[in-house]
Structure formats: structure tokens, C-alpha cells
């Protein structure tokens, strides 16, 4: 994987998200790295849970590549769109509980990614979205299903629409975070949580 670093604490793998000049962002290389993620930790029963996050300060993932986006054609736009929801919805079916370690900006594809997660807790810095709206495109990779699911359709409707932020707080509030940390505390809390759920029957 060139773009996801993985580590092993035990039980529990730790996946980061390492593109910190264009703030995470999924092009076809980092999702195709999520992919071989999935497959790694699928392989490896003794791993109980698995912790992702953005490296950086700045971003858990700022969204999808639009410089890479941008060049493609309409066959090639439908297939990358394809890929990023076939990859997360792997994410989403993994047989080990997934926490999102939101560091930063969750935006379209970064806040898709966090929703395919299990549990989501982020830094009181973070910042989700669903910017789509604003270029003309929809949220491809889930996001239009999984938010209505987790936060209800009234609230998905609304930032879907808008294309709004909404802050950690504003997220904690209507249920598409369950925890909000100060940032030096997030990979400490999110661990802990994981090598809580893997202390108990699998």
C-alpha cells in the first residue's frame, strides 16, 4: 500500500490515511489501498478490531481527488464512483467493528468513509460535509444512504442539499459522531474504545 499505513497494537490495526499535502484526498491509488486493506485485515483473525484515521493535523480525508476527478470522462467518472462505493461498502461489511478517528475536515468522500465505519468519534476540531451539491455531483460513494440511516432523514436531507458544514459539536448533536475529544487525545480514545470491544467474546 503506498498511500495507507498500517499497524498492528496488539488486537487491534491502525490504518492511516497518508496523503497530508492534498489533506488525504481519495484519488483511485488510495482507494485501491483501502481495498487491499480490507483484504489484509480480513486475513488476519487476530486482528479484533481496526482503528482509521488521517494523518496530519488538518484532514481525517478532505474528500475525493477533483484534480484527478476533473480529467476524467463520463465512463471514467461512473467507474471511479463505482469503485470508492464498491471499497466502502467492503469497509461497511467487515466482520471486525471499524472506528473512525476523525482528525479534521470529513468532507463528501471523507465524511462517506467515516459513515462506512462502525463508530465515528473525532477531534473538537473536525468539520463534515457533504459538499457535492456545490459541483454538481451527488455523494457517490454512500452518502446518501448511510446518512439518513445514521442521523435521520430530515438532517441528511438538509446537508445533503445545502452542502453545509457542520462543526464536531454540531455532529455529536445529531448522532453522526458519538464522541468528541480534544485532537491530542483522539488516537488514544479511539484505541482504547478498540482494545475495549476486543477485550470482550469475539
Known amino acids: 500500500m ?42 488476519d483473525q ?21 484534480g484527478e476527478m ?12 463505482k469503485h470508492g462505493n464498491d471499497v466502502f461498502r467492503r469497509i461497511e461489511t ?7 478517528a476523525v482528525n479534521g ?3 463528501g468522500g471523507g465524511c462517506e468513509l467515516s459513515m462506512s465505519c462502525d463508530i465515528r468519534i473525532c477531534a473538537d476540531t473536525a468539520v463534515f460535509g457533504q459538499p457535492e451539491t456545490g459541483l454538481g455531483i451527488t455523494p457517490g460513494f454512500g452518502g446518501t444512504q448511510r446518512m439518513p440511516r445514521i442521523c435521520g432523514t430530515a438532517h441528511a436531507m438538509e446537508l445533503i442539499l445545502t452542502a453545509d458544514t457542520i462543526n464536531a459539536q454540531q455532529a455529536l448533536e445529531i448522532g453522526l459522531v458519538s464522541k468528541v475529544v480534544a ?17 470482550k467474546a469475539q
Open 46 to 66: 487476530d486482528i479484533y478490531a481496526l482503528v482509521i484515521t488521517g494523518s496530519g493535523e488538518k484532514a481525517f480525508v478532505a474528500g475525493a481527488d477533483i
Open 105 to 107: 475536515f470529513a468532507l
Open 70 to 81: 476533473s480529467t476524467l470522462t463520463k465512463e471514467g467518472g461512473e467507474a471511479f464512483g
Open 94 to 100: 467487515l466482520p471486525i467493528p471499524t472506528i473512525a
Open 183 to 199: 485532537p491530542d487525545a483522539l488516537m488514544d480514545t479511539a484505541l482504547e474504545l478498540a482494545n475495549k470491544i476486543a477485550s
Open 2 to 43: 503506498t498511500h495507507v499505513l498500517l499497524e498492528k497494537k496488539e488486537h487491534i490495526a491502525v490504518a492511516t490515511i497518508n496523503r497530508p499535502k492534498a489533506l488525504n484526498a481519495l484519488n483511485s491509488e488510495v482507494l485501491s489501498d483501502l481495498n487491499e486493506l480490507v483484504d489484509i485485515v480480513t486475513a
